[in-house]
């Protein structure tokens, strides 16, 4: 990575950080109650699931596809768990790698199916967002499934660090895409095939394996994403993490990702995530009305990805 990349990233990092902080220092001026620490580290404990399924997000969108089923497969994964520890008497740690695997296999037949047959990822994924949540309803009879103390520990916050599990293993998601993204060979080869594949494929490199793998890591971090939903929640809700897909692509947009591909940055996409994180807990500690921030951050999401079409378009 040269240093005009690194510039790049710094700059566009460095912005958005701005624009955090002058939404902290709106809502602080808005409402007594919000620049405490309590705030932020309530803030930083809700964000992991959504956090590691924009990182996931990131790479499909950098490659040029998308992926609609992140919030179902997500919702699956949890399921799987659920399923498995409380009607099995399964273990957190033999149920968790098959919560997991479950949500990478999703992904990698979103990836065969789209890269295989050439079918756009966005009708491919929007067919597993309902084979998934019908899975999820499925398995778990559409009821849901407690599971209490013995995945808990993973969303509660350290008393040392005031931070759960969940977040640091979040965080330490967001930096290792981001070294992968700026530094491998396979973030590099990710950035070309979404700049222009067929020239890719033109140079000798199979552009087929790079895609179908950016699909199964973003299904694999929804299982991820899916464990830390049920800490959180200390159960499975077959309805969980519906419209969470929005709100992570929403966050890499807000971020600097392109919906074209070839451009993007796991960092600021974190910084997006909590941008949208920040302005829906200042809404509602302004008591604003579930409606209408709802129609807020959607207006914020509309504005995000005009900027990104105009400055796509000014790019050309």
């Not at 040269?2 to 709106?26: D, E, P, T």
Request: aromatic letters at 6%; proline letters at 2%.
């Amino acid at each position: 990575m040269n240093h005009q990349k690194i510039k790049n990233l710094l700059v566009n990092s460095g912005g958005l950080c701005l624009v955090l902080g002058v939404m902290i220092l709106v809502f602080s001026l808005q409402s007594e109650n919000f620049f405490q620490r309590s705030t932020f580290t309530s803030i930083a404990n809700q964000i992991p699931d959504l956090t590691l399924m924009a990182v996931g997000m990131t790479f499909v969108l950098i490659t040029g596809g998308i992926d609609l089923s992140a919030g179902s497969i997500l919702a699956l994964s949890s399921a799987v768990l659920g399923t498995l520890m409380v009607d099995s008497g399964w273990s957190l740690s033999a149920a968790a790698p098959v919560a997991v695997l479950s949500g990478a296999l999703c992904g990698l037949i979103n990836g065969l199916i789209s890269v295989g047959f050439r079918i756009p990822s966005f009708i491919v994924t929007l067919g597993m967002l309902e084979i998934a949540r019908g899975a999820t309803k499925a398995i778990t009879n559409s009821q849901t499934k407690y599971i209490g103390s013995k995945v808990e520990w993973i969303g509660e916050p350290l008393a040392s660090l005031h931070l759960s599990p969940a977040f640091l293993i979040a965080a330490s998601a967001v930096l290792l895409g981001q070294l992968i993204i700026s530094y491998s060979v396979f973030g590099r080869y990710c950035i070309a095939i979404g700049t222009n594949a067929e020239a890719v494929r033109m140079s000798g490199i199979r552009t087929a394996r790079y895609s179908i793998a950016v699909f199964m890591l973003s299904g694999c971090l929804c299982g991820l994403a899916g464990i830390a939903q049920a800490s959180r929640l200390s159960s499975a809700d077959p309805n969980a993490a519906i419209g969470l897909e929005l709100a992570a692509i929403a966050s890499c947009v807000i971020g600097g990702t392109s919906l074209m591909g070839g451009r993007g940055s796991v960092l600021s996409t974190f910084i997006g995530v909590l941008m949208i994180s920040v302005l829906q807990s200042g809404l509602a500690q302004l008591g604003i009305s579930d409606a209408n921030k709802q129609m807020i951050t959607g207006v914020v999401i509309v504005v995000a990805v005009l900027v990104d079409a105009l400055r796509h378009r000014f790019r050309l």
